[in-house]
């Protein structure tokens, strides 16, 4: 029984999230669906990278994981299906495959997309059910797809790093409006070096601790943490963080330009040492 995840910026308000579960079940009846999330902001490379790239890790070998983002966003050419981690990613052609796995998997081919205007939705799953279906029956990658290594690529924005500071960008916003910002522990500490830090984000607020966990702060203070992901977080116990300070997701098409740039001040997150 194999396990398909679904991740897309479609949205559950109208029917084509069921009509794409019913494709796949159509296929290959025994399939075990998870959805991850309909919710990605559209166009949000570093967000939907960020969530496919720390949810798609739990799930065990063999897993078929199904992305539909941006799909539209140019008229797809192919799709995409890599073998990465013993899993299988499965999307348009688009630069989100590289942002998520952080380099061109040496395992992939392309499925060409028939019709000459391109697919609607619809036409594109389908597509994808009947690959799923092949590679579940037993057949062997290469010959679901055209082996490719031409593909479109972007890739995750790194911290920036001097040597007594570091700034990161904020890539992801929750439900509680925490706010996550693309520093890992493991660049946290390789940059640290054991001295006193000082975490400044807008208005000159600060934050000098690292906590535990969100229930470390009392109500209403401010706090650091490193969650579940590695990424460093900040959020007030009990207050939303993002809105309060007008936080925002960092969009790498930003133009150079005044009214951008005092934007651009609103989705970075800089850490002095020493």
């Known amino acids: 029984m194999p396990v398909l995840t679904l991740t ?4 559950q308000n109208d029917y084509i999230v069921g009509a794409i579960k019913g494709q796949l079940v159509s296929a290959d009846a025994s399939c075990n669906i998870v959805d991850i ?17 720390n949810a798609y890790k739990h799930y065990p070998a063999g897993s078929f994981h199904i992305l539909i983002v941006n799909l539209f966003e140019s008229n797809p050419a192919q799709l995409l299906i ?7 990613i499965i999307c348009p052609d688009n630069g989100i495959l590289t942002m998520i796995t952080g380099n061109k998997p040496t395992n992939m081919v392309a499925v060409k997309l028939p019709l000459a205007k391109g697919p609607d939705t619809l036409q594109f799953t389908q ?28 890739y995750p924005l790194r911290a920036t790093i001097g ?38 984000f807008v208005r000159n607020e600060v934050i000098n601790h690292i906590s ?14 490193f969650n579940s992901a590695g990424y460093l977080e900040i959020a007030i116990n009990k207050g939303n963080m993002a809105g309060l300070f007008g936080l925002q997701g960092f969009s790498d098409n930003i133009q150079q330009n005044a009214a951008q740039q005092n ?12």
């Open 8 to 11: 897309s910026d479609i949205g």
């Open 37 to 53: 999330t309909h919710h990605l902001s559209p166009y949000n490379y570093q967000q939907t990278a960020y969530i496919c790239r």
């Open 82 to 88: 890599a073998e990465y981690n013993q899993q299988y």
């Open 127 to 154: 597509l994808i059910a009947q690959s799923i279906a092949q590679l579940s029956a037993g057949k062997a990658l290469q010959f679901v797809g055209e082996p490719v290594t031409d593909i479109e690529e972007k």
């Open 163 to 200: 040597p007594d500071w570091m700034e990161g960008q904020i890539i992801f916003i929750d439900n509680f409006e925490n706010v996550v910002v693309n520093i890992t522990r493991d660049e946290f500490t390789e940059q640290r070096k054991g001295r006193n830090f000082t975490i400044v």
């Open 212 to 225: 535990d966990n969100y229930a470390a702060a009392s109500a209403g203070e401010k706090l650091a943490w």
């Open 263 to 274: 934007k651009q001040f609103y989705q970075t997150v800089r850490v002095y040492f020493g």
